[in-house]
């Protein structure tokens, strides 16, 4: 496999920087018409029949036994079933940037979880010392000393959309060189967006409200732009770069998040939420330092 340039790279992580900071302001959007787990997993679902249809005019191919592609169906079930499926139910209790805050974790959770993965390496000290910082910054953001200030329970689900999604990151750079990004990104929406469907028919509610203009719009813009494009981006990069540096964009996500919600959505941004926001990239930037020094040895 040839080394992608420099400008693809730089093109597919700015991608994925600045359209899943979007996707938190369109996903609290479509929550006023469409109940959580259905509007995800119709989100993905027609995200997986655009992207089939991109990846059979590429010539991409889905060939070999079933068997093959149960570890990518596996995956998908964590990163779309799962974790974004904690993610649309969280917003529809807490703003869409600060959702996007609590997410910011994400590279403190790959450090955690890579020891557990063969071949990735642990945190050593200074990876501690940002681990810490940065899960104190998180609590900074809660305000466990103002009773009530945040809500709890999505709070909890925002985080463990997090650690979902890093393992499943994780797992993705086990099997990085047997298939196209895009034949990745079709079987992992898929099956994610199976079981999405599945759990809101057993939940029996598809609508919250009557479906808006707004609402059909943040759909279409989830499918094509959000699905789409930003899968097949961050799995492109996943085959060239660790998932830690991956996770950086998430210093990026929030910023956008917050921006558009607070321009577009008039959601509060307060001091705690800025505060906790600068502890939490300030322990970040420990454990990617961690990590470079780790890679250098």
Known sequence: MSEPSRFRLGLAYGAICVIWGSTYLAIKVGLESFSPLFYAGVRYTLATALAFAVARASGVTFAGPLRRWLPVAGIGVLLIAVSNGLVFWSETR??????????TTSPLWSALLSPLFPGEPGPRALGWVGIVVG????????????AGAVPLLP?????????TWTAGSLWARRIRGSFAPMGISVVQMGAGAAVLLAVS???GRAMVGPLTVRAAASLAYLVVVGSVIAFAAYFYLLQHWGATRVATSTYVNPVVAVILGALLLREAVTWSMVAGAIVVFAGVTLVLRDQQAVARA
């Not at 807490?94 to 997410?103: E, I, M, P, R, V």
């Not at 899960?135 to 103002?146: C, H, K, N, Q, S």
């Not at 709070?155 to 650690?163: C, F, G, K, Y």
């Open 94 to 103: 807490l703003d869409s940037g600060f959702t996007a805050l609590l997410l």
């Open 155 to 163: 709070a909890v689900a925002a985080e463990l959309s997090v650690v």
């Open 201 to 203: 028919l057993v939940e």
């Open 135 to 146: 899960f104190a910054g998180t609590v900074v953001m809660l305000e466990p000393w103002r």
